[in-house]
C-alpha cells in the first residue's frame, strides 16, 4: 500500500496548515519551513488572528510596565518569508474533515474595515495549536468586569488602568494634601504562576513611578495588592517549597494573600467572596484557570474534554490516521506517566512542537513515528526585582533541584532567550538581545504612558 505522505508528493505539495502562532505553532512552522519547507517536501501554512508573536509568559511584565511590548514582538510575516512558510492572517471559523479544508474569517482593520475576506484552504495535515482562554468557572459578573492576561493588547489595558488610578490618585492628594489616602485597591484572583508573578511585578511597579513623575506615591500605602486563591496555598501545582517561597515573598512586598478565598462574584468595584465578605477593587484581574478556546466547541467531529480541549492520542492526533493533530493548551494529552495531563506550560508546548516538526516529517519518509513523551524539566517563578524561584528536574536528578536568587532569575531569563534563538537562530537572537538592552537603556524603567 503507498504512503499517502509519499504519494501527494509526486502530485502536489502535501500541504501542513497550523492554526495558532503562540509557543508551539510558531516553533512547529519554523522548524517544517526550514525543513520540509526549504526542500519543498511540503508547503508549510501559519494561520493566526494577529499579525505578530508574543511569548505569554512575558505578559505580567508588560502588565506592570516593566517591558515594551513591541520590543519583544516577532512579525508573522517577516518570519515566513525568512523560515520558508507562508502567514495567513485569521481566526478559525470551521473545519471540514470529509473535504479537508478549513474556513478563515474575515480579517478587519482596527476601524473595523474589511482586510481580507472570509475564505477556505486546503489541508493535507492540520494542526491546531490555539492556546488556551481564561476559565471564569462561571462566577457572576467575573467575564464582565475582571480583567485578564491572554494578549498584549490586554496587559496593556491592565497597565494604563493602572496608571490611570495611580495618577488621579496622586492628584488628589497634591490638591488636598490633608484629606485621607485611600489606597489604590488592585485583586488578582489566582495564586498560579500568572497571578503570583504579577502581583509581584506590580509592587516593583509601584517603587518605578515614584521615581517619575508620582513623587508623591507611597508604593506601601497607596497600592493595595491582594491575591485571592482558593486552594491552602499559592502555587497549588507546584511543590510546596516553591510555594512556601513565594508566599514569603509576597509577604515581604507587602502583598495581601488570601487562601482557601473563594470567589462568589465581581462586579465593577468590588469582589464578593463565599464567606460572604465584599472586598473593594478597583480593578480586578483574573488569573484563576484556563480552558479551551470557545472556537473548538463549535467544530464538528473534534473530541473534547470537559475544558474543551481537544483530545489527542500519543501521536497528538484526535484519532489515528486523521491527520489532525492537536497540541499546546488547546489540547488534552495524557502524560507518559499515569493518567495526569501534560500541564499547560510553556515548556510542554515546546517539547510538543519538536515532536510534531520530527514526527511529520518521519510520515513524509514513511519512517516509523514513535510516541509523544512529557519530560518535566521543573518550574521557575519570577518575581521581578525580587528576584526568582523554581525547581529543575531531569532524568540523572533523582529529586527536584531547587534554585533561587541570582542564578534563578538567569535560569528565568534564559528561558525566553531559547525560545528566540530557537525562532531565530544565534545571530538574529543576539541582535534582538542587543537591540532590547538598548532599548532599556534609553528608555524609564517602567512605562508611563
Known amino acids: 500500500m ?23 505553532g510558531l516553533e512547529l512552522a519554523t522548524r517544517l519551513g526550514n525543513g520540509v519547507g526549504k526542500r519543498r517536501r511540503a508547503e508549510v501554512i501559519l494561520i493566526d488572528r494577529f499579525p505578530t508573536h508574543f511569548w505569554k509568559p512575558l505578559l505580567h511584565e508588560v502588565a506592570a510596565g516593566q517591558i515594551d511590548a513591541s520590543s519583544h514582538q516577532i512579525d508573522y510575516a517577516a518570519h515566513a518569508k525568512w ?56 462566577i457572576p459578573g467575573a467575564e464582565q468586569h475582571a480583567l485578564t492576561l491572554e494578549t498584549v493588547e ?19 492628594r497634591q490638591a488636598e494634601p490633608g484629606a485621607a489616602r485611600t489606597p489604590v485597591s488592585v485583586t488578582v484572583i489566582g495564586g ?122 500519543g501521536t497528538l492526533q484526535i484519532e489515528p490516521g486523521s491527520g489532525i493533530h492537536a497540541m499546546g493548551d488547546c489540547a488534552a494529552c495524557a502524560a507518559a506517566k499515569g493518567d495526569a495531563l501534560v500541564p499547560p506550560r510553556a515548556q510542554a508546548a515546546f517539547q510538543q512542537a519538536v515532536y510534531l516538526a520530527d514526527a511529520l516529517t518521519r510520515r513524509l519518509d514513511d519512517r516509523p513515528v514513535p510516541l509523544f513523551a512529557y519530560r518535566d524539566q521543573g518550574t521557575l517563578i519570577s518575581f521581578g526585582r525580587a528576584g526568582a524561584a523554581g525547581a529543575l528536574m531531569s532524568e540523572l536528578l533523582r529529586q527536584p533541584l531547587f534554585i533561587d536568587g541570582w542564578f534563578a532569575a538567569s535560569c528565568y531569563r534564559h528561558l525566553y532567550r531559547r525560545h528566540i534563538m530557537g525562532l531565530t537562530g544565534v545571530r538574529r537572537a543576539v541582535m534582538y538581545a542587543a537591540s532590547q538592552w538598548l532599548r532599556e537603556r534609553v528608555r524609564p524603567t517602567v512605562k508611563l504612558n
Not at 154 to 171: I, K, P, V
Open 154 to 172: 490586554q496587559a496593556e489595558t491592565f497597565r494604563r488602568r493602572l496608571l490611570s488610578s495611580l495618577l488621579r490618585s496622586g492628584h488628589a
Open 83 to 138: 523560515n520558508h512558510f507562508r502567514f495567513e492572517q485569521g481566526a478559525l471559523a470551521s473545519i471540514d474533515r470529509g473535504r479537508r479544508e478549513i474556513v478563515i474569517d474575515e480579517t478587519t482593520d482596527v476601524d473595523g474595515r474589511p482586510l481580507m475576506p472570509k475564505r477556505t484552504l486546503a489541508f493535507d495535515t492540520l494542526v491546531l495549536a490555539l492556546g488556551s482562554v481564561t476559565n471564569f468557572f462561571a
Open 192 to 313: 498560579g504562576a500568572t497571578g503570583v508573578e504579577l502581583a509581584a511585578a506590580l509592587r516593583g511597579s509601584a517603587e518605578m513611578l515614584r521615581d517619575y513623575h508620582l513623587a508623591s506615591l507611597d508604593p506601601a500605602d497607596d497600592i493595595r495588592i491582594r491575591l485571592l486563591e482558593g486552594a491552602p496555598r499559592v502555587l497549588p501545582a507546584l511543590p510546596e517549597r516553591i510555594s512556601t517561597r513565594a508566599q514569603d515573598v509576597l509577604a515581604g512586598l507587602g502583598v495581601e494573600v488570601r487562601l482557601g478565598c473563594r470567589v462568589r462574584a465581581v462586579d465593577a468595584n468590588a469582589v464578593a467572596t463565599v464567606d460572604g465578605e465584599t472586598l473593594a477593587s478597583d480593578i480586578t484581574i483574573w488569573a484563576a484557570g484556563v480552558e479551551g478556546p470557545p472556537v473548538l466547541r463549535t467544530l464538528e467531529g473534534l473530541p473534547l474534554n470537559r475544558l474543551g480541549q481537544v483530545i489527542v492520542d
Open 2 to 24: 503507498l504512503n499517502p505522505y509519499a504519494q501527494r508528493q509526486v502530485d502536489s505539495p502535501h500541504r501542513i496548515v497550523i492554526v495558532g502562532g503562540g509557543a508551539a
